[in-house]
T-cell receptor, first 117, second 119 residues
Framework: AQTVTQSQPEMSVQEAETVTLSCTYD???????LFWYKQPPSRQMILVIR??????QNATENRFSVNFQKAAKSFSLKISDSQLGDAAMYFC??????????????FGKGITLSVRP | GAVVSQHPSRVICKSGTSVKIECRSL??????MFWYRQFPKQSLMLMAT?????????EQGVEKDKFLINHASLTLSTLTVTSAHPEDSSFYIC???????????????FGPGTRLTVL
């Protein structure tokens, strides 16, 4: 079974600064997808960024980028130029690439990010 | 596009009653939907996978008779909490996979959630 670990329960960042959220995972599969989801106070889950395991290049989406280290099974999220609207709970998630397009997500425990003005 | 709705957004019920929560894919068809439970400041816990036209697949430890799932059509899945008790109070979220517009990737789209309070 796959597991996703987020060991930091909370982090804080100054507005306009950069913050990195950590995530590690464990799997015996060779192909999979990794995700970072954001859950603001509204509790609506929002996809931040996605990484395909077979791609060596790290994914980027505007101010959000990942550091994907497949051998180390590490998948961290970097948020640059942090904004007040980035304050939320962030979840790292894993999805197998072998069990079909409708396969389930495995989530980490999440990290609460606060942004100081 | 790719909107998932849930109804109701909040519900308060008395202990011992049953509550039905609806999950709808508004602009796409979903043969599969997922139901999660989330406690405050905690992660999403997958309860079951809802399959259109067949029985739901429940995760280990989830009581099938307590959390009834019916995937009646390609756009609707329902979760019924039977004989609800205060410990069933939680935030329930559904999701459904579909292709994001302009993408070849199948992505999970989440509903806004339903807050259940059992008195």
């Amino acid at each position: 079974a796959q597991t996703v670990t987020q060991s930091q329960p909370e982090m804080s960042v100054q507005e306009a600064e950069t913050v990195t959220l950590s995530c590690t995972y464990d799997t015996s599969e060779s192909d999979y997808y990794l995700f970072w989801y954001k859950q603001p106070p509204s509790r609506q889950m929002i996809l931040v960024i996605r990484q395909e395991a077979y791609k060596q290049q790290n994914a980027t989406e505007n101010r959000f980028s990942v550091n994907f280290q497949k051998a180390a099974k590490s998948f961290s999220l970097k948020i640059s130029d942090s904004q007040l609207g980035d304050a939320a709970m962030y979840f790292c998630a894993y999805r197998s690439a072998f069990t079909g397009a409708n396969s389930k997500l495995t989530f980490g425990k999440g990290i609460t990010l606060s942004v100081r003005p | 596009g790719a909107v998932v709705s849930q109804h109701p957004s909040r519900v308060i019920c008395k202990s011992g009653t049953s509550v039905k929560i609806e999950c709808r894919s508004l602009d796409f068809q979903a043969t599969t939907m997922f139901w999660y439970r989330q406690f405050p400041k905690q992660s999403l816990m997958l309860m079951a996978t809802s399959n259109e036209g067949s029985k739901a697949t429940y995760e280990q430890g989830v009581e099938k008779d307590k959390f009834l799932i019916n995937h009646a059509s390609l756009t609707l899945s329902t979760l019924t909490v039977t004989s609800a008790h205060p410990e069933d109070s939680s935030f329930y979220i559904c999701s459904a996979p579909t292709l994001r517009r302009g993408s070849s990737y199948n992505e999970q789209f989440f509903g806004p959630g339903t807050r259940l309070t059992v008195l």
